[in-house]
C-alpha cells in the first residue's frame, strides 16, 4: 500500500500544492489628471493592467468609493465606465459638472479571475481665475530714486497642482516684459521682476499675468493690478552713484530628482550692473571648478539662472554663484540634492501559506524619503485597525497573523516626494489535511556536524502536529536542546554524532484529518563524518593570459575516502584539452588553466561524489560553481576624422569595433588632449553614452589641439587612439581671470604691498600678448582705481598707507583687449589672521596609530606664513573635545584614541596674528586596537641626583596628547607639575629635601583626558653638600664673645693663681712656671678655625622653640662631653684647652653646609634636619603656592 499513499501523495501535491508563481498585478498605464480651460467639450481618461498569461482583464472605473455607471451623477454621464477607456460629457457644459477638483478621486480597477487591483488616482482640474494678494489685487504706486535696485511683486495664489507660467506686461501699451541681456532686469522663479539698478526710463505701470501651462491648448492668462513704478533722479553723478554688487534673490537650496533637471537661481544687484558666474565648489580642496554652457549646463537670462540637466547622484553639491562688477564682487552658496528615482528593493508577488500561519509579505521600495506605504486587497484600502495586520516601522512589510479569510489580490503602493508606485499579486491561505508533500525516503545519510535533518515532508493547512520517534521511543521535543520541528515537517537534529543513526518514524495530522487518522513514514538513518567541498570556485574575473588555479578541496568519511570522485564542468561541459590541467589526488582537485583567455570565461563548478557502499544506490554529492571571467581593458578606438567648423566648434569622429570589449562592457568614451602650450595629455570630455561615436568640441582661441579617444569598461582605460592634429587660429580676449590672488604685507615696511595671483596658461591666453592689469585703491575711499601693467604673476606696490585695507582688481590682457572676467581681492598693509583653513583632510585608522593628514592653507589665504597648526578631535557622544597645538605641518601620528568610537577631526592655521578658522569637521571611526601606551621610567643616574633635584628619562611607544610628572612621600598624596609637551622624554624634579625617599612616576595623558601612568620609581636625595643656614650659636659674634669671655676667665684665673703662688713662695714653696695664654686670632667667623673637635654626627631631632633647657642639659656641645672625647683635645689642669681654635680637621669633617638655604616656593610643611638647614617639600615645576616655616632655636 506504501505506493499507492506515495501515489496519491504526489497527486495532491502536483493539484494542491501552494501558488508561487512569480506573477506582478500591476498596471501598464495609470489615468493621469486632465486639465480644462474653456473651450474642451469631454473629458477622457484610459488606464491599462500588465498582460499575464492565461488571465484575462475587465475594467471598471470608480469614483471616490462608487463604481460608475450610466446612471448620471449631477451634470455628467460616463461613457465607457466598463472599459480602460473613460469619456465625461456634459449633459449641458462640460464647466457645469461639479464632480471636478481635488475632492473628486478617479481611479481605473482591473480584474482578473484571482480579484480586482486598482490604479493611481486621477482628477479632472479646471482652471479658474487665481486670487491675486496684496499690491497685486490693487492699483498701487511706488517711487524709488534711479540707480537704486527694485522689485516688483506679482503675489499670486497658484492653482492648486496646475504648472504655471509668470509673464510680465508694460500696462500702456500692452508690450511683454524682456529680461536683459546683461541681467540688469530679471524675472525670478518665484515670479517677481528684479531690478539691479534703476533708469529713469523704467518709470511705468506694470502688471503680471499668471498662464497654466495645462492643458498645453490653452492661450488664457489672468491678469493682476497695475504696479506704477515711479523714478526719481539721482542726485550723484558718474562713479559716484556707483555701488558694489550683492543678491536680490539666491536658491540657497534646490532638490532635484535623479534624471530630471534642477535650476539654481542668483539675481545681483548693484551699479554697475553685476555680471554672473557659476563654478561647482569643493569644500574638500576649497576650489572652484568653473561651469561652461553645454548640453549638461544651461544658462538662461544672463546666467542669473543655471539648469542642471538629466541629473545624477553626482551632481549634488555646492554651486556657487559670483556677481562681479567693478566695485568688487561677492558669491554666494547653492546647494543642490539630488534624490534617487523611486524604484523597489523587495516587492510582492504571488505567494501562498496555510491557514493559521503567520506571513509577512514583502514590500521595500528605494527613494526621496519620506517613503509612505499603502496597502489594498481586492482594490479596497487595507485597514490597519486590525489587530492581525502590522506594517513594519523601516519599510512596507505587511506582517498577517493567525491566517484565515485572507485570501486576494493585495497591493503595495509606495510614494515619495516625486513619484508613485505599486506591486500586487495575489496571496492564497490553503487550507488541507496533513499529507505528504513528498515521498519520505526510506535510507537517509546526514552527516556529522552542527546539524542535520531527517526528511518527513509533511504538511498541511493548519499546521499539522508531528510525533517523531528514534528507535521506537518517541522523542520529547518539549524543551529540547537536540532536537526541533522545522514547518517544513523535517526534524532538526542538532550537534550530530555517529549514535544519532538508527531507525526514525514520523506521524502527523489536523483537525481536516479525520479523527485519530494519521499520516505517518520511516527511514533509516546513517551517520558519515563530515564529506562535502571546503573550498570551491567562486566568481572572480583575471586578466587574459594568466595561468589561473581554481581550488576544488574536499573532506570524507575515512569509510569513503577511496570512492571520492571529482568532475570539473564548464556551463555544464566536461573539461577536457591540454589547457586544463586538474589535479585527482585526495583532497586537492584544483584545476588550472594556463594561458587563459577572454573564450575560456564561463560558469565552472566542481561536484564531488562520495559512493555510500553501506546503502546501495545511496551517495553523498556536493558541489560548488563560480562564474570565472577572463578579461582586458578595451582595445583603442580609432579616430576617423578631426575638423575645425568654425571659431566655435570643433567635429571630431572616431570608430570602436564590437567584441573589442574584451568580456567587459564599456562604460564611456573618453576625449583626450594636448595642446602646443602644455604636453600633459589631460581628460578633455567623458561621454557615458557609449553608442556615441562623434561629438562637438568648443575649442579655445589660438591653440593647437591634440586629440584623442580612449574607451573605457570595468577592468580599466583602453589605450589611446591615434593622434589628430587640429590648430585654431582663431584669437579671442582672455575668457578666464586669473585664479589665487593674494597681498602679502612686508612687516618691515608697511608701505610694500605684495600682489600675489596665479597667472593664465597659454592655453587660457586665447592670443598673443598676454599681460594683466592691477589696479588698486584704499577700501575706505571712492577713489578711482589706480591701473598698472604686469607681465609676470606678482607686483610690488610701494607708497601705501600702513595700516589700511586696499581693493584689488585684476584682470587678464592680451593683443585683442581686455577680459570681461576678473577676480577681487581686499589686503591690507599689514598682517591679519588666516582667512582659509587646511583642507583635504584624510585619515588611515590602524591597528597601532591614527594618522591625519591634510594639504595647508592656501596661499592666498594665509595673510601671513603659518607657524603652526591646531589639530582639534572631538568626540560627540558623550561629548568631549581636545586640541594639540603643532608646528606648522600637514600630518600628525596620533595614539590612545578611544576605541570604536565615531570622532571628527578639524585643523587651523595660525600665523604670528592668531588663528584662522577651522576646517569642516571629517568624520572617522577608530578600530577595536587600544594604541594607548604607558611611558616606561628608566633608573637615573648618580649624576641625575642631587640634594635637591632628580633627573628622569622615559622611552615609550608612540606619543600622548602630553606627559604630566608626579611625585610624593611616601604614603602621601600625588603632586603634579607643570604638563609637558608630547616631544618631552625627560623631567628634572626640583626643590625637594635631601636625604629624602621620593616617589616619582610619569602619566600619558590621551583623549579625553585617559591616564596611563609609568611604572613608580622611588629614589633616595643626596645628603646637603652646599651652604646651610647657620644657627645663632655658631655666628661669629657669638664665638667672638665667647673667645673674649673665655680669655677674661684664664686671666682671672692666672691672676688668682699668681696671687696663690706668691702666697705660698712666702710661705716657702715653689710654684711652677704658668703656661702663656692662648694667642687670640681676631678673624672672620668663615676663615675662623675653631679649637673644638667636630661634634659627633648626631641624630635628627627637631627642637621646639623656647626650650632651652634642651641645649643647657643634653646639648652634644657641653665641656664635659668634649672633655670626654676619646683622643681628643681635653682640659689642662689649669682649665685651658690642649690643642687651639683652628683646627684643620674641623673643615674636614664638618657636617655642616656653607653655602646659603634656597627657599623654594610651594612649600607646604618644613622640617629641620639634624644639620639645622631648612628645608621644604617642593612641588616638581612651577607651581607656586604659599610657604609655611618653622623655626629652630
Known amino acids: ?363 521595500d521600495a528605494y527613494g526621496s524619503p519620506p517613503l509612505t506605504y499603502t496597502w489594498y486587497k481586492q482594490a479596497i484600502l487595507l485597514p490597519m485597525t486590525n489587530s492581525r495586520f502590522s506594517m513594519s516601522s523601516t519599510n512596507g512589510n505587511l506582517t498577517i497573523r493567525n491566517l484565515n479569510n485572507d485570501t486576494g489580490i493585495y497591493q503595495c503602493v509606495v510614494q515619495d516626494r516625486y513619484n508613485k508606485i505599486a506591486s500586487g499579486g495575489f496571496f492564497e491561505v490553503k487550507v488541507f489535511a496533513a499529507r505528504f508533500t513528498a515521498q519520505m525516503p526510506k535510507q537517509q545519510i546526514i552527516q556529522v556536524g552542527p546539524s542535520a535533518q531527517v526528511k518527513c515532508p509533511i504538511d498541511g493547512g493548519p499546521k499539522p502536529t508531528i510525533t517523531y520517534f528514534f528507535n521506537g521511543n518517541q522523542i520529547n521535543l518539549l524543551g529540547s536542546n537536540k532536537y526541533q520541528s522545522l514547518r517544513t515537517g523535517n526534524l532538526l537534529i542538532k550537534n550530530v554524532i555517529a549514535a544519532d543513526g538508527g531507525n526514525y518514524t514520523c506521524r502527523g495530522r489536523n483537525r481536516i484529518n479525520p479523527s485519530n487518522q494519521y499520516v505517518s513514514g520511516w527511514a533509516t538513518v546513517y551517520v558519515y563524518a563530515a564529506t562535502r567541498i571546503l573550498t570551491g570556485p567562486t566568481t572572480r574575473d583575471f586578466r587574459i593570459g594568466s595561468t589561473v588555479t581554481i581550488p576544488c578541496n574536499v573532506t570524507a568519511d575515512p569509510r569513503i575516502i577511496n570512492a571520492v570522485t571529482v568532475r570539473w564542468e564548464k556551463d555544464g561541459q566536461s573539461l577536457q584539452g591540454p589547457k586544463y590541467l586538474i589535479r585527482n589526488s585526495y583532497p586537492d582537485y584544483s584545476l588550472t588553466i594556463n594561458n587563459a583567455q577572454i573564450q575560456e570565461s564561463g560558469n565552472y563548478t566542481c561536484t564531488m561524489t562520495a559512493v555510500i557502499a553501506q546503502v546501495p544506490g545511496q551517495s553523498i554529492v556536493d558541489s560548488k560553481t563560480g562564474v570565472i571571467n577572463f578579461n582586458a581593458i578595451p582595445a583603442a578606438p580609432r579616430l576617423i576624422y578631426a575638423k575645425l567648423v568654425n571659431s566655435s566648434h570643433l567635429f571630431l569622429n572616431w570608430s570602436f569595433t564590437a567584441g573589442n570589449e574584451n568580456n567587459s562592457p564599456l562604460t564611456k568614451f573618453v576625449i583626450q588632449f594636448k595642446s602646443n602650450y602644455i604636453s600633459t595629455i589631460r581628460t578633455l570630455l567623458e561621454l557615458s553614452n557609449t553608442n556615441q561615436r562623434s561629438v562637438i568640441i568648443t575649442p579655445s582661441p589660438y591653440m593647437t589641439y591634440f586629440l584623442y579617444v580612449a574607451a573605457e569598461n570595468g577592468v580599466g582605460l583602453s589605450q589611446r ?135 595647508q592653507v592656501p596661499l592666498h589665504l594665509q595673510r601671513g606664513p603659518i607657524k603652526t597648526n591646531t589639530v582639534r578631535i572631538t568626540r560627540l557622544t558623550p561629548f568631549a573635545r581636545d586640541t594639540i597645538t603643532m608646528n606648522a605641518g600637514t600630518s600628525i601620528t596620533l595614539y590612545g584614541l578611544p576605541i570604536n568610537t565615531n570622532l571628527t577631526v578639524a585643523i587651523n592655521g595660525i600665523n604670528s596674528v592668531g588663528e584662522g578658522p577651522y576646517s569642516l569637521d571629517k568624520s572617522f571611526r577608530t578600530n577595536g586596537f587600544d594604541t594607548a601606551h604607558a611611558p616606561t621610567l628608566a633608573n637615573p643616574l648618580d649624576a641625575d641626583i642631587t640634594n635637591i633635584t632628580v633627573r628622569f628619562q622615559w622611552t615609550i611607544s608612540g606619543q600622548p596628547f602630553y606627559y604630566q610628572p608626579q611625585y610624593r612621600l611616601a604614603n602621601q598624596v600625588w603632586k603634579s607639575g607643570n604638563n609637558l609637551t608630547r616631544q618631552s622624554t625627560s623631567v628634572i624634579f626640583t626643590g625637594l629635601l635631601a636625604n629624602t625617599a621620593y616617589q616619582f612616576k610619569v602619566n600619558a595623558i590621551y583623549f579625553g583626558g585617559r591616564n596611563v601612568s609609568s611604572n613608580i620609581l622611588a629614589v633616595q636625595t643626596k645628603n646637603a653638600t652646599g651652604r646651610q643656614v647657620t644657627p645663632w650659636y655658631q655666628q661669629a659674634w657669638f664665638i667672638i664673645i665667647i673667645v673674649i669671655a673665655g680669655l677674661a676667665l684664664v686671666i682671672v684665673i692666672v691672676v688668682i693663681l699668681c696671687k696663690g703662688r706668691k702666697r705660698a713662695g712666702l710661705k716657702g714653696e715653689k710654684n711652677p712656671p704658668i703656661p702663656p695664654p692662648p694667642e687670640v686670632i681676631h678673624e672672620e667667623y668663615d676663615t675662623l678655625k675653631a679649637s673644638r673637635p667636630p661634634l659627633p654626627h648626631p641624630q635628627t631631632e627637631t627642637i621646639p622653640q623656647g626650650d632651652e633647657n634642651l641645649l643647657d642639659n643634653e646639648s652634644i656641645d657641653s665641656l664635659e662631653q668634649y672633655a670626654d672625647l676619646p683622643g681628643l683635645s681635653k682640659f689642662n689642669e689649669d682649665g685651658s684647652f690642649i690643642g687651639e681654635y683652628g683646627d684643620k680637621d674641623f673643615d674636614k669633617h664638618s657636617q655642616y653646609n656653607r653655602d646659603s638655604v634656597v627657599e623654594p616656593a610651594g612649600s607646604h610643611y618644613g622640617t629641620v634636619r639634624d644639620d639645622a638647614s631648612y628645608h621644604t617639600n617642593h612641588n616638581t615645576i612651577d607651581m607656586n603656592n604659599s610657604t609655611t616655616f618653622s623655626t629652630f632655636v
Open 1 to 363: 500500500m506504501d505506493w499507492r499513499r506515495s501515489l496519491i501523495a504526489l497527486i495532491l501535491c502536483t493539484f494542491l500544492s501552494g501558488y508561487h508563481a512569480q506573477e506582478f498585478y500591476d498596471f501598464t498605464e495609470h489615468p493621469a489628471n486632465v486639465y480644462i480651460a474653456g473651450s474642451e467639450s469631454e473629458v477622457k481618461m484610459s488606464c491599462n493592467a500588465a498582460p499575464m498569461q492565461n488571465r484575462v482583464w475587465t475594467y471598471r472605473w470608480r469614483l471616490n468609493n462608487g463604481y460608475l455607471s450610466n446612471q448620471a451623477i449631477g451634470n455628467a454621464i460616463f461613457v465607457g465606465y466598463d472599459t480602460n477607456a473613460l469619456t465625461i460629457r456634459p449633459q449641458t457644459s462640460i464647466h457645469d459638472v461639479t464632480i471636478f477638483g481635488t475632492n473628486n478621486n478617479f481611479t481605473c480597477v482591473a480584474t482578473n479571475n484571482h480579484g480586482p487591483i486598482t490604479s493611481n488616482i486621477a482628477r479632472v482640474l479646471r482652471i479658474g481665475k487665481p486670487y491675486f494678494q496684496g499690491n497685486g489685487l490693487v492699483n498701487i504706486q511706488s517711487t524709488v530714486v534711479a540707480g537704486q535696485p527694485a522689485v516688483i511683486r506679482c503675489r499670486y495664489t497658484a492653482f492648486p497642482e496646475i504648472p504655471i507660467s509668470i509673464l510680465w506686461y508694460y500696462t500702456n501699451n500692452g508690450i511683454l516684459l524682456t529680461t536683459s541681456a546683461d541681467g540688469r532686469v530679471a524675472i525670478g522663479i518665484d515670479g517677481s521682476v528684479y531690478i539691479a539698478n534703476l533708469l529713469v526710463g523704467d518709470a511705468a505701470p506694470y502688471r503680471c499675468a499668471v498662464r497654466p501651462d495645462e492643458p498645453s491648448n490653452t492661450n488664457v492668462a489672468y491678469y493682476s493690478g497695475n504696479t506704477t513704478l515711479n523714478v526719481t533722479p539721482r542726485s550723484c553723478t558718474g562713479t559716484l552713484c556707483d555701488f558694489g554688487p550683492q543678491f536680490h534673490r539666491t536658491s540657497a537650496n534646490v532638490r532635484g530628482r535623479v534624471g530630471l533637471s534642477a535650476t539654481l537661481e542668483c539675481i545681483g544687484r548693484g551699479r554697475p550692473t553685476p555680471a554672473i558666474s557659476w563654478c561647482s565648489y569643493n569644500p574638500n580642496t576649497q576650489l572652484c571648478s568653473n561651469i561652461q554652457a553645454s548640453s549638461k549646463y544651461t544658462f538662461n537670462q544672463a546666467s542669473t539662472r543655471l539648469t542642471i540637466n538629466n541629473l545624477i547622484i553626482q551632481d549634488a553639491g555646492i554651486y556657487r554663484c559670483t556677481a562681479r562688477s567693478s566695485r568688487g564682487s561677492v558669491y554666494a552658496s547653492n546647494n543642490l540634492q539630488v534624490d534617487p528615482i523611486l524604484t523597489w528593493v523587495t516587492r510582492f508577488t504571488s505567494m501562498s501559506a496555510s491557514v493559521e500561519d503567520t506571513v509577512t509579505l514583502p514590500c
Open 721 to 855: 587612439s591615434n593622434e589628430w592634429e587640429i590648430n585654431n587660429p582663431n584669437t579671442a580676449v582672455p575668457s578666464d581671470a586669473p585664479t589665487n590672488l593674494y597681498s602679502v604685507a612686508d612687516l618691515s615696511d608697511l608701505t610694500k604691498l605684495t600682489v600675489v595671483w596665479t597667472p593664465l596658461t597659454g592655453e587660457q591666453a586665447n592670443a598673443p600678448g598676454l599681460r594683466y592689469i592691477l589696479r588698486y585703491r584704499e577700501s575706505s575711499t571712492v577713489n578711482v582705481y589706480r591701473p598698472i601693467e604686469v607681465n609676470s604673476a606678482n607686483y610690488t606696490i610701494t607708497g601705501l598707507t600702513p595700516r589700511v585695507r586696499y581693493d584689488f582688481n585684476l584682470r587678464a590682457l592680451n593683443n585683442v583687449g581686455p577680459s570681461e572676467t576678473f577676480i577681487d581681492h581686499i589686503g591690507c598693509t599689514c598682517q591679519e589672521i588666516p582667512e582659509g583653513s587646511p583642507f583635504n583632510i584624510t585619515v588611515q585608522v590602524t591597528n597601532t596609530y591614527t594618522i591625519i593628514s591634510w594639504v
